[in-house]
């Protein structure tokens, strides 16, 4: 846990009321600095070291049910649930270092406190995606099957000086809420909730305008 930022640790009781407050949504929480900042400071430098190839989910037969998934280029004749880029494979030592942390039993009892949830293991399959010009994602949960559902969902931001006019904001709408929470890409900031049957959230969409390789997401769920 010395990844993470210490002021965080010792916060707990606060980031527990934080999280399970009703408002603005339930079992939800948006955290700044939440590594260390050499931490987040080597996260970024090595982004400059992985390759990224372009990721898309669409519905070969227009129904929302009914979804494949590649690495391919975008084709307009189909409804897409996201287009964006991530790594064919993450092989990349300071990334896989700081998610052995994220996935020690220390982490995950530290997680299990603020979140009121039993987390038992992380998921070895963390995503790293980057978000160029057209880059979207539509709304989707997070929540996992009911055989494996998930119990809590970290979203962390490794994006620097991103302009609102960009876009690329993450909405968060949970069904059983009036209110909605829109997050802008901001240097290590997480998001942490809890997915569930309502818990839609969203990317809107990139503008044409915006740089092609400076808005990173670190997702990683726990179980």
Same mark, same amino acid.
């Given at each position: 846990?010395?990844?993470?930022?210490?002021?965080?640790?010792?916060?707990?009781?606060?980031?527990?009321?934080?999280?399970?407050?009703?408002?603005?949504?339930?079992?939800?929480? #948006? #955290? +700044?600095?939440?590594?260390?900042?050499?931490?987040?400071?080597?996260?970024?430098?090595?982004?400059?070291?992985?390759?990224?190839?372009?990721?898309?989910?669409?519905?070969?037969?227009? +129904? %929302?049910?009914?979804?494949?998934?590649?690495?391919?280029?975008? @084709?307009?004749?189909?409804?897409?649930?996201?287009?964006?880029?991530?790594?064919?494979?993450?092989?990349?030592?300071?990334?896989?270092?700081?998610?052995?942390?994220?996935?020690?039993? @220390?982490?995950?009892?530290?997680?299990?406190?603020?979140?009121?949830?039993?987390?038992?293991?992380?998921?070895?399959?963390?995503?790293?995606?980057?978000?160029?010009?057209?880059?979207?994602?539509?709304?989707?949960?997070?929540?996992?099957?009911?055989? @494996?559902?998930?119990?809590?969902?970290?979203?962390?931001?490794?994006?620097?000086?991103?302009?609102? %006019?960009?876009?690329?904001?993450?909405?968060?709408?949970?069904?059983?809420?009036?209110?909605?929470?829109?997050?802008?890409?901001?240097?290590?900031?997480?998001?942490?909730?809890?997915?569930? +049957?309502? +818990?839609?959230?969203? #990317? %809107?969409?990139?503008?044409?305008?915006?740089?092609?390789?400076?808005?990173?997401?670190?997702?990683?769920?726990?179980?």
């Amino acid at each position: 846990m010395a990844l993470i930022n210490r002021a965080l640790i010792t916060g707990q009781d606060d980031l527990f009321s934080l999280f399970s407050h009703p408002s603005p949504l339930r079992d939800f929480a #948006v #955290v +700044s600095s939440f590594f260390t900042e050499q931490t987040a400071a080597t996260l970024i430098q090595a982004l400059g070291d992985i390759s990224f190839s372009h990721y898309c989910v669409w519905s070969p037969s227009h +129904s %929302e049910h009914d979804l494949e998934k590649a690495f391919r280029e975008p @084709d307009p004749n189909y409804p897409h649930l996201t287009v964006h880029a991530r790594p064919r494979q993450l092989n990349n030592e300071v990334f896989e270092r700081v998610a052995k942390s994220l996935g020690s039993p @220390d982490t995950l009892q530290w997680l299990s406190t603020i979140s009121g949830r039993q987390i038992a293991y992380m998921d070895p399959r963390h995503v790293l995606t980057r978000w160029g010009p057209g880059s979207f994602l539509g709304p989707h949960l997070d929540a996992g099957s009911a055989d @494996d559902p998930v119990a809590l969902v970290l979203s962390i931001s490794l994006t620097q000086e991103w302009r609102r %006019e960009w876009g690329g904001e993450t909405v968060f709408a949970w069904t059983d809420s009036n209110a909605r929470v829109t997050s802008y890409p901001k240097l290590n900031q997480a998001v942490l909730f809890a997915p569930h +049957s309502g +818990s839609f959230h969203w #990317v %809107e969409p990139i503008a044409e305008s915006a740089p092609d390789s400076m808005r990173h997401t670190w997702t990683l769920h726990y179980r």
